[in-house]
Structure formats: structure tokens, C-alpha cells
């Protein structure tokens, strides 16, 4: 089975501080995506990534940023939080060729104060 | 481009009774279509895809799905809804491009009355 592990479950962080969310899949997957869920919005794209050190914009970039260094680890990273980004964020991977399904990690529920 | 309409963002049925959750895709090109669900605190799962094989798509847990072309329209259904039915579901379309993009709908929060 694919596993798609995310650091935490759950996060507090105050205004300003840099965020780090770790999102590992075990299934060599080439495609990996950050989406943030937010009630009455359903899942939006932050970021995806298709290759190592490779990243494209989603429909919400803006006060985030991606890494990927490693094929089987993306990051995204809050450089200074703000507490219009309290959120559930959602990783997911892909790479079955001719599939295009996701596979999504738990979820890491962010608040920010 | 592709996108998804799921018509209504919560839906209630009885213990046993029929589980009808509407989705409509928009798609310039034969899309691919799924059905998630998302138990509370939890990520998604996948209930069922269709990719253009049968147009009556089986899935987990009772679950199906029926491809409309003419409709455009991809209804989650069960027979006989359960409890732990209780979730939300989300509909979602991929344009089989290079990099594995889906576009979810908004949401449908099932609830379950005893």
C-alpha cells in the first residue's frame, strides 16, 4: 500500500513564525502536492512538484513556498505565518503511470495565533 | 479546462435509505473522474474512478458511480446508506496531463439520521 506520512497532525504557531510542514511517501512517486482544505472551499493547490527540485505554482502560492530535494519528501514552508493561513493542509502523491490517481497523507491542522 | 460542480454542500438521509450525492464535470478533453471521501480528521481515500472503461463504476464500501456522458455527470449512489457512511465526499476530474493535476469540487458533508 502506498503510505504518505505527514510530521504532525495537528500545529500551533504564532503570527510570524516560519512554518515547516514535512509531507515523506514511500511509494517512488514523481508527482507530489500541497493542497490546503478550508470549510465551503474543498481542497485547494498550493504547490505541486513532477521532479526533484522541481516546482510549479498552484491556484494559491502566495505566502508560501515549496523544497524538494529528495523524490520522496516535499516540504512547504510558511515564511512568516499569518493567521489567515489556519488551515488543514493535505499532501499527496502520484506516479502510477496512466493511473492519475492521488494518494493523500492524513493531514496537518494548522493553527496560527 | 476542467471543473466540477457538486450540488450541494450537505446532504442528510436516513439509516437504510438511498445515498444520491451529485457531481457534474466540465472537461475539454475524455476526463478521468473520482469519487474521495474524508472521514473526520483524516485525508482522503479513494471510493471509486472511472477511466473510460465501464460507464458503472464500482467501489469501496457499497459504493457506485455512472458515467453520463450526455449528462456530464458522475452521481456517487448506495443503496442503503449506513452510520459510518457519515463524511465528506469530494468529486474530482483529471485532464490525464503530464503532472497527475485533479481539480476536487467543493464538497458534499453526508450525514447519516438514525
Known amino acids: 500500500d502506498v503510505k504518505v506520512t505527514q510530521s504532525s497532525r495537528y500545529l500551533v504557531k504564532r503570527t510570524g513564525e516560519k512554518v515547516f510542514l514535512e509531507c515523506v511517501q514511500d511509494m517512488d512517486h514523481e508527482n507530489m502536492f500541497w493542497y490546503r482544505q478550508d470549510p465551503g472551499l474543498g481542497l485547494r493547490l498550493i504547490y505541486f512538484?513532477?521532479?526533484?527540485?522541481?516546482?510549479e505554482k498552484g491556484d494559491i502560492p502566495e505566502g508560501y513556498s515549496v523544497s524538494r530535494e529528495k523524490k520522496e519528501r516535499f516540504s512547504l514552508i510558511l515564511e512568516s505565518a499569518s493567521t489567515n493561513q489556519t488551515s488543514m493542509y493535505l499532501c499527496a502523491s502520484s506516479g502510477v503511470i496512466g493511473n492519475y490517481e492521488q494518494y493523500f497523507g492524513p493531514g496537518t491542522r494548522l493553527t496560527v495565533t | 479546462a476542467q471543473s466540477v460542480t457538486q450540488l450541494g454542500s450537505h446532504v442528510s438521509v436516513s439509516e437504510g435509505a438511498l445515498v444520491l450525492l451529485r457531481c457534474n464535470y466540465s472537461s475539454s478533453v475524455p476526463p478521468y473522474l473520482f469519487w474521495y471521501v474524508q472521514y473526520p480528521n483524516q485525508g482522503l481515500q479513494l471510493l471509486l474512478k472511472y477511466t473510460s472503461a465501464a460507464t458503472l463504476v464500482k467501489g469501496i464500501n457499497g459504493f457506485e458511480a455512472e458515467f453520463k456522458k450526455s449528462e456530464t455527470s458522475f452521481h456517487l449512489t448506495k443503496p442503503s446508506a449506513h452510520m459510518s457512511d457519515a463524511a465528506e465526499y469530494f468529486c474530482a476530474v483529471s485532464d490525464r496531463g503530464r503532472d497527475d493535476k485533479i481539480i476536487f469540487g467543493k464538497g458534499t458533508r453526508l450525514h447519516i439520521l438514525p
Open positions: 512538484s513532477y521532479d526533484v527540485k522541481m516546482k
